[in-house]
């Protein structure tokens, strides 16, 4: 099967909403599943072809056995690990069949604490390796020891490769992703604490300076050739503040300097030629502070470009091979 045809061929699109908010900063994102239903998710993936099956929203766990933390600065650290435990057996669910491509209906990036560990999970069940693409302007690379904010939005990714003090804390994750296989693009806010850990940990991270310099196809496309020479699963993650706020403005961690409208549509029209991603994240989106829907209806295009919609029509690499 070539790039092209896996990129064509039609999906089963699990719309799965998450109005997990307690991990951020500010409340808001609880409404992000309704803004995207709204903004037309359903009827834009129908146009192109797509089968999609809306799932309804998702409900934490009652998470009792959670152990109180030393750090004081944690907040609704119990809830979180809850909404992880019902995030991830609903990611290993809805992504079972051949042409499952769940979509996660975010919420805070701290659903993603759920949905690495259930997908990574299903990825192990197939003998595949698992593979992550993180757009994002941070890399959630906080313990919950380091974290000083206590937002639980800044753990997922070191909860999902195994870094230390999540035990008795989040559930034991079924399976972790391997930081050699996760590729992060758009970062440009890192804390002091993450700094060290984050470079010593094999992922691959290119900041809005290295995009800058070298552009946006010469930092994706070796990471995607890696992911098609393994025949791995693809997860994407994407975060609304990945994207410069003058062009997304509902979110609530805006850090200037963000993607531009092409760069995201270029990454989303690449992912689509190579036919590799088999799951998504829509996190961040904060509708209180969007301007009439616009950050909603731009993820809906940007995941659209993801799934097929095109300007004009281009030969993918394996047809001018």
């Not at 992912?271 to 509708?287: I, K, R």
């Amino acid at each position: 099967m070539t790039d092209h045809d896996q990129g064509e061929r039609p999906r089963h699109c699990r719309l799965i909403g998450v109005p997990l908010e307690e991990g951020a900063g500010r409340r808001g994102c609880a409404m992000g599943p309704a803004a995207f239903r709204t903004a037309g998710i359903v009827e834009a993936l129908e146009a192109l072809g797509h089968r999609v099956t809306d799932q309804g929203d998702l409900a934490p766990r009652s998470n009792p056995s959670s152990a109180p933390h030393d750090n004081p600065a944690l907040k609704h650290l119990a809830r979180i690990a809850g909404w992880t435990a019902a995030i991830a057996d609903a990611a290993f669910a809805a992504s079972a069949g051949p042409d499952d491509l769940p979509v996660f209906l975010g919420g805070d990036h701290a659903l993603a604490a759920g949905t690495l560990t259930g997908l990574a999970r299903r990825a192990a069940a197939e003998g595949r390796p698992f593979f992550v693409l993180w757009l994002d302007a941070h890399p959630d690379f906080h313990t919950l020891e380091t974290t000083v904010s206590g937002h639980l939005h800044g753990v997922p990714m070191a909860y999902a490769t195994g870094r230390p003090g999540f035990a008795g804390h989040f559930p034991a994750p079924a399976a972790l992703v391997d930081p050699a296989h996760i590729c992060m693009i758009g970062i440009r806010s890192v804390d002091a604490a993450e700094r060290g850990p984050l470079a010593a940990s094999g992922i691959t991270v290119h900041d809005m300076r290295r995009i800058d310099e070298h552009g946006m196809v010469a930092l994706l496309r070796p990471f995607l050739d890696r992911v098609q020479a393994a025949g791995g699963r693809l997860h994407l993650s994407l975060d609304v503040d990945f994207l410069d706020p003058a062009i997304a403005p509902g979110v609530g961690t805006t850090v200037p300097g963000g993607a531009s409208f092409r760069e995201a549509h270029l990454v989303m029209e690449m992912l689509h030629e190579a036919g590799l991603v088999d799951s998504v994240d829509l996190v961040e989106l904060n509708p209180f502070l969007d301007e009439r829907g616009r950050t909603a209806l731009l993820m809906v295009d940007l995941l659209a470009s993801l799934l097929g919609r095109r300007v004009m029509d281009y030969p993918t690499r394996s047809d001018r091979s």
